[in-house]
């Protein structure tokens, strides 16, 4: 297993497109996975990789002067509690940091509406997120959004 940042941005909107769609319990809104492969031309961007093969990936986007945000994050399920969003997480916050940042922010679906998600929020949590603010309408009444944050400045 080995992490790279992608350049390429065709090469990120696939690899995005790709992963998204293999995870419909999370991504499972087409015109979502379509803004998310969109979204990811000129972002910094990581994958994981099992050889050849993509299993995960990450991307960032800026949300203020000192602000980036971890966009989105998918690992395919058979890759999942393998350490892979963790590697790719660490990929990210160094690239972060090396930008001059110096928080990084990320939007999940709020603690208690939904078992999936609740092991996102843990993932999140151990990676040394806070909560910050929950946004009851930000998506919409079914899915409050809930932003993490940390500092990443050395």
């Not at 679906?109 to 998600?117: F, L």
């Not at 309408?137 to 809930?146: A, G, I, S, V």
């Amino acid at each position: 297993m080995h992490i790279e940042q992608i350049d390429c941005d065709a090469v990120k909107e696939n690899i995005t497109k790709t992963i998204l769609e293999a995870l419909p319990d999370w991504f499972g809104i087409p015109e979502a996975i379509e803004q998310y492969r969109a979204g990811s031309s000129g972002k910094p961007f990581f994958c994981a990789y099992d050889g050849e093969k993509p299993v995960g990936f990450l991307y960032l986007k800026e949300t203020g002067r000192h602000t980036i945000e971890l966009a989105v994050m998918g690992v395919l399920r058979e890759y999942h509690r393998q350490g892979i969003g963790r590697k790719l997480f660490g990929e990210a916050r160094e690239k972060a940091s090396q930008m001059g940042y110096s928080f990084l922010q990320v939007k999940t679906v709020r603690m208690g509406r939904y078992d999936i998600y609740d092991d996102t929020n843990r993932f999140y949590l151990s990676l040394g997120f806070k909560e910050l603010e929950v946004f009851p309408t930000l998506w919409d009444e079914q899915n409050p959004c809930q932003i993490y944050i940390m500092s990443i400045e050395e």
